[in-house]
């Protein structure tokens, strides 16, 4: 059930929204849940848009943006066992998106996340550093394009950094706004 992860990100990021305002340079904020393995997240993240346009045609770009974002895990275990984790990520994003920014768009990604425990439920990775890519799907719409809802599939492992390489994967709903 991700009611609790969710929840809890939806009440952080509405407290958080009114000083990212203030941080220089902050183009969007977001707000995510997704399911996998056993486990709910719950995500919140800024985005800083990278203002660049590559493989620019008539109607469609490359674009893309950095997104850091604190997220939050939670699984049923049993006793003795860990029953969630927090984690910090740092990630750029490559969007194809259609140059007046609505619409549809895909977007793929691999960053950095760093994990406060190596275990969730009987789930173990051998490091807290993480690789997280991911693959989006998602449309952009309102006024200037202010609102954005997609879907993202994501995998985070240590990329054979230490056996065992036990990675976990999300289906995720997220929301984006920009400002």
């Known amino acids: 059930m991700i009611r609790k992860p969710f929840v809890a990100m939806a009440i952080i990021w509405v407290v958080a929204s009114m000083p990212a305002f203030a941080v220089d340079g902050v183009s969007s904020m977001s707000i995510e849940a997704g399911n996998g393995d056993g486990a709910d997240m719950g995500r919140i993240g800024v985005q800083w848009d990278w203002k660049k346009r590559w493989f620019q045609g008539s109607n469609w770009h490359v674009g893309g943006y950095w997104d850091l974002a604190a997220g939050y895990w939670d699984r049923n275990a049993l006793p003795g066992q860990n029953d969630n984790i927090s984690e910090i ?35 173990r990775f051998s490091t807290r550093f993480q690789f997280g890519d991911h693959l989006g799907i998602g449309y952009r719409f309102g006024a200037k394009g202010a609102y954005d809802l997609s879907y993202r599939f994501q995998h985070l492992s240590n990329g054979s950094i230490k056996k065992p390489n036990n990675g976990i994967n999300f289906s995720q709903i997220r929301f984006q706004y920009h400002f």
């Not at 768009?105 to 190596?118: C, D, Q, R, V, W």
Request: charged share 20%; no cysteine.
């Open 89 to 123: 990520g740092l990630t750029p994003v490559f969007r194809l998106q259609q140059n007046d920014l609505k619409g549809l768009y895909a977007e793929a990604a691999i960053g950095f996340h760093l994990l406060s425990k190596t275990s969730i439920g009987d789930k």
